[in-house]
């Protein structure tokens, strides 16, 4: 069932509920005053009888009887019965509609007025004393108008519930289908995006209700989708351009290898070669590796306590031991040991300070890079200065992003993705990456890190 239908339905009956309530309410009050105004007319029928039958003018039964029958406003159906206090009846009007018990009689007697109900025969008895006797007074008729009149009520009622139940319905239907109309463009146009489309955005209200932030959050998951598809495709792209550099370059020599009948020392050049190459391309391939993983969710990436200066003393031996003719001179500020530590990964982490230490060992052209790491409010600020060629300004900007590499560094070895994979592992971090050059002061890398 749709939505527009369950609301219309549910408003219905509410509506419909209401209504009925409303109706029995009113039907059930109209009978009481029907009721009550009956039974003083059946009590005013009982008093008159008794006093033009007993009272000080007191006429004859035969007289009142021809009254009674002649009277215009007589009650359908009327019937008089007059007991003494033996229990007989003194005057009947001459029909035979009721029947008394001596028990009602008694009770009459006790109360001094009684009224029920015997189908639709209404009764009310009524104690009458005069100088002679304790007379009971029995005045019964059926209000045949006031039931017509609440049967027409009923009527009217049941009619007026019908119709409103119906008009509530299409109206119910019609502002049903208009508050969820801009649901329809949504789903409209949400029917038209698709891969090759991601470019399409939903229509924002100018309200800011409910279904205009909806549209403006599915905008927004609409730009990230957008994003990492892009980012995937230039990815592809780009590492099938990287794999595939290296890869022709192996094949090539293996054919001229194979071609040509070189001499022992000309192969064993030829396999350095090679083998150099495929170095590269497994470097190349760990470095696309890895960028994929720190590219996952945050969520799986484990967080501990880490020791930041101790960290950065092993990146330095594990630089070292890579490049013997680094120069790395790491300088830690003044401060409590447990100041240094971070919440992150340890693994991720070595990778960033790595990637960042060995970038500036080969941008220096005395291949020196400097680690200076200090305490600035609740955050670490690492800095990594080498005084290697300055990169341009308007390639600030896109250094960091996969596969761009500064017009600096086109003569040294790198395939452009350290950079943004160390710049993701310090998002996954919370913390900061920023970049400074010019010619006077060099390059310097500065990365800022939550305190643990």
Same mark, same amino acid.
């Given at each position: 069932?749709?939505?527009?239908?369950?609301?219309?339905?549910?408003?219905?009956?509410?509506?419909?509920?209401?209504?009925?309530?409303?109706?029995?309410?009113?039907?059930?009050?109209?009978?009481?005053?029907?009721?009550?105004?009956?039974?003083?007319?059946?009590?005013?029928?009982?008093?008159?009888?008794?006093?033009?039958?007993?009272?000080?003018?007191?006429?004859?039964?035969?007289?009142?009887?021809?009254?009674?029958?002649?009277?215009?406003?007589?009650?359908?159906?009327?019937?008089?019965?007059?007991?003494?206090?033996?229990?007989?009846?003194?005057?009947?009007?001459?029909?035979?509609?009721?029947?008394?018990?001596?028990?009602?009689?008694?009770?009459?007697?006790?109360?001094?007025?009684?009224?029920?109900?015997?189908?639709?025969?209404?009764?009310?008895?009524?104690?009458?004393?005069?100088?002679?006797?304790?007379?009971?007074?029995?005045?019964?008729?059926?209000?045949?108008?006031?039931?017509?009149?609440?049967?027409?009520?009923?009527?009217?009622?049941?009619?007026?519930?019908?119709?409103?139940?119906?008009?509530?319905?299409?109206?119910?239907?019609?502002?049903?289908?208009?508050?969820?109309?801009?649901?329809?463009?949504?789903?409209?146009?949400?029917?038209?995006?698709?891969?090759?489309?991601?470019?399409?955005?939903?229509?924002?209200?100018?309200?800011?209700?409910?279904?205009?932030?909806?549209?403006?959050?599915?905008?927004?998951?609409?730009?990230?989708?957008?994003?990492?598809?892009?980012?995937?495709?230039?990815?592809?792209?780009?590492?099938?351009?990287?794999?595939?550099?290296?890869?022709?370059?192996?094949?090539?020599?293996?054919?001229?290898?194979?071609?040509?009948?070189?001499?022992?020392?000309?192969?064993?050049?030829?396999?350095?070669?090679?083998?150099?190459?495929?170095?590269?391309?497994?470097?190349?391939?760990?470095? $696309? /590796?890895?960028? +994929?993983?720190?590219? #996952?969710? @945050?969520?799986? =990436?484990?967080?501990? *306590?880490?020791?930041?200066?101790?960290?950065?003393?092993?990146?330095?031996?594990?630089?070292?031991?890579?490049?013997?003719?680094?120069?790395?001179?790491?300088?830690?500020?003044?401060?409590?040991?447990?100041?240094?530590?971070?919440?992150?990964?340890?693994? $991720? /982490?070595?990778? +960033?300070?790595?990637? #960042?230490? @060995?970038?500036? =060992?080969?941008?220096? *052209?005395?291949?020196?890079?400097?680690?200076?790491?200090?305490?600035?409010?609740?955050?670490?600020?690492?800095?990594?200065?080498?005084?290697?060629?300055?990169?341009?300004?308007?390639?600030?900007?896109?250094?960091?992003?996969?596969?761009?590499?500064?017009?600096?560094?086109?003569?040294?070895?790198?395939?452009?993705?350290?950079?943004?994979?160390?710049?993701?592992?310090?998002?996954?971090?919370?913390?900061?990456?920023?970049?400074?050059?010019?010619?006077?002061?060099?390059?310097?890398?500065?990365?800022?890190?939550?305190?643990?």
């Amino acid at each position: 069932m749709t939505i527009r239908n369950r609301l219309t339905f549910l408003f219905t009956a509410i509506v419909s509920g209401l209504l009925i309530l409303f109706g029995l309410v009113l039907y059930i009050v109209a009978e009481r005053l029907r009721e009550s105004e009956y039974r003083q007319r059946l009590r005013a029928e009982a008093t008159t009888s008794a006093e033009l039958l007993f009272g000080r003018q007191a006429i004859t039964p035969q007289l009142y009887r021809l009254l009674d029958k002649n009277q215009m406003t007589v009650l359908t159906q009327e019937e008089i019965i007059i007991y003494n206090y033996r229990n007989q009846i003194v005057y009947e009007s001459g029909t035979d509609y009721l029947t008394v018990s001596k028990e009602q009689l008694d009770q009459i007697r006790l109360e001094g007025e009684v009224y029920w109900r015997v189908g639709d025969r209404e009764i009310v008895g009524v104690l009458f004393t005069n100088h002679a006797d304790r007379l009971v007074i029995l005045a019964s008729a059926v209000d045949k108008y006031g039931f017509s009149k609440q049967w027409d009520l009923a009527m009217l009622l049941v009619s007026g519930w019908f119709l409103a139940t119906i008009i509530v319905f299409l109206a119910g239907r019609f502002f049903a289908g208009r508050a969820l109309k801009p649901i329809r463009r949504v789903i409209a146009s949400v029917d038209t995006i698709t891969a090759s489309q991601l470019s399409t955005r939903l229509t924002e209200g100018p309200d800011n209700d409910e279904l205009s932030q909806l549209a403006q959050r599915f905008n927004q998951m609409l730009d990230r989708l957008e994003d990492a598809f892009r980012l995937q495709r230039t990815f592809v792209s780009n590492a099938s351009h990287e794999l595939r550099t290296p890869l022709t370059a192996i094949t090539g020599q293996l054919e001229v290898a194979l071609m040509a009948g070189d001499t022992e020392a000309d192969l064993r050049i030829m396999v350095q070669s090679v083998l150099n190459d495929v170095r590269d391309l497994n470097r190349l391939t760990n470095g $696309l /590796l890895s960028l +994929a993983n720190v590219s #996952l969710d @945050e969520s799986v =990436v484990a967080m501990v *306590p880490v020791a930041l200066d101790e960290l950065v003393w092993q990146t330095r031996s594990d630089l070292l031991r890579v490049r013997s003719d680094a120069v790395v001179v790491v300088e830690i500020g003044t401060t409590l040991p447990t100041s240094w530590r971070v919440n992150g990964n340890e693994a $991720l /982490l070595r990778t +960033a300070l790595f990637n #960042l230490s @060995e970038n500036g =060992v080969k941008f220096s *052209p005395n291949h020196r890079v400097s680690i200076k790491l200090m305490v600035e409010a609740d955050s670490i600020v690492l800095t990594f200065h080498n005084q290697g060629t300055a990169i341009p300004p308007a390639e600030l900007a896109d250094i960091f992003k996969p596969f761009r590499r500064g017009s600096n560094g086109q003569h040294i070895a790198g395939h452009g993705i350290g950079l943004s994979l160390t710049q993701r592992i310090i998002q996954l971090h919370y913390g900061r990456l920023s970049v400074q050059s010019d010619d006077t002061q060099g390059t310097i890398f500065t990365l800022s890190l939550p305190q643990s």
